[in-house]
C-alpha cells in the first residue's frame, strides 16, 4: 500500500497469522464489505472498503482462518501446472466424462467436435493454435450449456444476470461485474456438471452479495444444499484441471 497505513491493516497484522504468509491489504472504494482472495502461489489479499472497521475486519479475519489456512496450504501444495500433448489418445475432459483424442484432416467446415466419443481436432498449424482451438471448443460449448443451467438457479437466489460469458479468467475460476454479467472460466467445464453447477451458483450469489460471509453462505446453499461436500469435492478436482498448456 501507498500512503497513510489503513487502520484495518494494522488489525490484521495483530492477528496470528502465519508467519510464512504473504498478504496484502487493499482499499477499495466500490467495496462494501470484506473480500479475501488467495491467489495461485497462497498470497492472500485482503480487500476492504475505504470505512472499514478494524475492530469487524479482524473478527471477519479471525472468524474464517482456520478454512483460509486450508485454502493457502492447498494452493501452496498444488501440482504443476498440467500440460497436453495434442497426439492420437490424449484425454479431455468434458463434464466429468473422458474423451480420447483423435486428429482429423483439416477441410472446410471442420471443426473441434465430440463425435462418437472421440474429441476430434482438425489438424492445426502448430500446437498453441491447436490448444487455442480446444480452448474455444470448450468455450463454445460450456457457454451453451451454462446459458441453459443459469435460469433456474438466478430464480433461487433471487437475482437477474444481464449476460453469460466463458473464457479465460487467468487463476479465477468465476467472476461477476457490477453490471450483471457473470463469467465462468472455460476449464471449469472440465470437471463433473455438479461442481460446474458450484462455481455458477457462486458468481450468482455474489449478484447479491460481495462477501464470503454468512449472508452469501446462505445464498449459495439455498440452490445447493449440499456445497459444502461440492466445496470438499472441487478443491480435490480443480488443481488437475488443464488450463490450455500444451506440447
Same mark, same amino acid.
Given at each position: 500500500m501507498?500512503? $497513510?497505513?489503513? $487502520?484495518?491493516?494494522?488489525?490484521?497484522?495483530?492477528?496470528? %497469522?502465519?508467519?510464512?504468509?504473504?498478504?496484502?491489504?487493499?482499499v477499495r472504494p466500490r467495496r462494501r464489505t470484506l473480500g479475501i482472495d488467495v491467489a $495461485?502461489?497462497?498470497? /492472500?489479499?485482503?480487500?476492504?472498503?475505504?470505512?472499514?472497521?478494524?475492530?469487524?475486519?479482524? +473478527?471477519? /479475519?479471525?472468524?474464517?482462518l482456520p478454512r483460509l489456512a486450508d485454502e493457502v496450504?492447498?494452493?501452496?501444495?498444488?501440482?504443476?501446472?498440467?500440460v497436453k500433448e495434442l497426439v492420437d489418445g490424449t484425454s479431455f475432459a468434458y463434464l466429468g466424462r473422458r474423451h480420447r483424442l483423435r486428429i482429423v484432416p483439416t477441410g472446410?467446415?471442420?471443426?473441434?467436435? %465430440?463425435?462418437?466419443?472421440?474429441?476430434?481436432?482438425p489438424?492445426?498449424?502448430?500446437?498453441?493454435?491447436?490448444?487455442?482451438?480446444?480452448?474455444?471448443?470448450? +468455450?463454445?460449448?460450456?457457454?451453451?450449456?451454462l446459458s441453459m443451467r443459469m435460469p433456474s438457479y438466478a430464480g433461487v437466489i433471487g437475482v437477474s444476470p444481464k449476460a453469460l460469458? /466463458?473464457?479465460?479468467?487467468?487463476?479465477?475460476?468465476?467472476?461477476?461485474?457490477?453490471d450483471g454479467t /457473470?463469467?465462468?472460466?472455460? +476449464?471449469? %467445464?472440465q470437471l463433473p456438471a455438479a %461442481?460446474?453447477?458450484l462455481v455458477l451458483v457462486h458468481e450468482l450469489s455474489h449478484l447479491r452479495t460481495s462477501g464470503h460471509g454468512a449472508e452469501f453462505r446462505g445464498h449459495v446453499r439455498r440452490a445447493l444444499p449440499d456445497a459444502d461436500e461440492r466445496e470438499r469435492r472441487f478443491a480435490e478436482e480443480e488443481p488437475e484441471l488443464w488450463r490450455g498448456a500444451v506440447r
Open positions: 501507498t500512503g $497513510p497505513v489503513h $487502520p484495518a491493516q494494522q488489525a490484521i497484522a495483530a492477528l496470528p %497469522l502465519p508467519d510464512e504468509w504473504e498478504w496484502e491489504l487493499v $495461485p502461489d497462497g498470497g /492472500v489479499r485482503f480487500a476492504v472498503p475505504p470505512d472499514a472497521d478494524p475492530r469487524e475486519v479482524a +473478527a471477519a /479475519v479471525r472468524s474464517r496450504r492447498r494452493r501452496r501444495e498444488r501440482p504443476g501446472e498440467q472446410e467446415g471442420r471443426r473441434v467436435r %465430440l463425435h462418437q466419443g472421440w474429441l476430434e481436432l489438424r492445426p498449424a502448430d500446437r498453441r493454435a491447436g490448444g487455442r482451438s480446444i480452448a474455444e471448443w470448450y +468455450a463454445g460449448r460450456g457457454s451453451r450449456w460469458e /466463458v473464457r479465460d479468467l487467468g487463476p479465477h475460476w468465476g467472476a461477476c461485474a457490477p /457473470v463469467t465462468v472460466h472455460w +476449464a471449469v %467445464l %461442481l460446474v453447477d
